[in-house]
């Protein structure tokens, strides 16, 4: 596992504010309040990097074959809490793998926001899209309703990370080396490129402005009931 430096210093001066000698320990107590006031961490911080040895992980059931807005919700969702996502084509299954709290509230808030996007871009062609459209036309409106749709919610993510970040500075190493080390356990790992999309605007524009009165705060703070979720 790569520690950070921070983590490190603080674990040694906890070390030292256990010395015999009084001043020395003094000392060292004071440099770990100042060090954990600097970098926004808590000694509980402290005390469950001591004790993640590996990243955890959720699978969730997507299909088999992803839309490009499905792979962009995954990686807005997943950068937005610190975790990576990977997509299994032979079984359909979606794992995120992070640390903590972070990779179970990644997967519910995924699974939240894809049912969610659904729902709203059914009732869009239900309402908007006539049946004399032809097939073709309708599958580019939908499709352009989705990825206008996601495109606001992940910038909204985006944005909501910056304002209150998931992860204290100090600790950002540390996870990512444990993301890092679960990754090559699994191996063989492809990355997807997405090419370029004929979108509607119309499609697209209402999709971003659908997208904008999802309740972003209610699927990152439903949680979860086990350890798998199914749709």
Same mark, same amino acid.
């Given at each position: 596992? $790569? ?16 010395? *015999?000698? $009084? ?14 006031? $600097? ?25 088999? @074959? ?24 032979? @079984? ?18 995924? %699974? ?9 871009? &059914? ?20 499709? @352009? ?21 998931? %992860? *204290? =500075? ?16 699994? =191996? ?16 697209? @524009? ?10 972003? &705060?209610? =699927?990152?703070?439903? =949680?979860?009931? *086990? ?5």
């Amino acid at each position: 596992m $790569e520690n950070s430096p921070i983590i490190e210093k603080i674990k040694k001066l906890l070390a030292l504010a256990n010395s *015999s000698n $009084e001043h020395e320990a003094a000392l060292a107590a004071s440099h770990v309040q100042r060090l954990l006031s $600097e970098h926004n961490l808590a000694m509980a911080d402290i005390e469950a990097v001591h004790k993640q040895e590996k990243a955890d992980t959720v699978e969730t059931d997507t299909s088999k @074959s992803l839309p490009k807005w499905v792979r962009h919700l995954s990686a807005g969702v997943s950068t937005a809490f610190d975790c990576q996502a990977i997509h299994h084509p032979a @079984s359909g299954k979606m794992t995120f793998i992070g640390v903590g709290a972070d990779v179970q509230i990644a997967a519910y808030t995924f %699974t939240y926001l894809d049912q969610t996007v659904r729902k709203l871009c &059914r009732t869009y062609m239900k309402h908007h899209v006539g049946g004399t459209v032809a097939n073709r036309h309708r599958e580019l409106m939908r499709q @352009s309703y989705y990825l206008g749709a996601v495109s606001t919610i992940t910038a909204r993510l985006r944005e909501q990370k910056v304002q209150t970040p998931v %992860t *204290s =500075g100090a600790l950002v190493p540390v996870k990512e080396g444990l993301i890092r080390q679960a990754l090559h356990e699994i =191996g063989n790992v492809r990355t997807m490129y997405s090419r370029r999309s004929y979108i509607n605007s119309d499609a697209y @524009s209402r999709g971003q402005t659908d997208g904008g009165q999802v309740g972003i &705060r209610h =699927g990152i703070t439903g =949680g979860l009931s *086990s350890r798998k979720i199914s749709r």
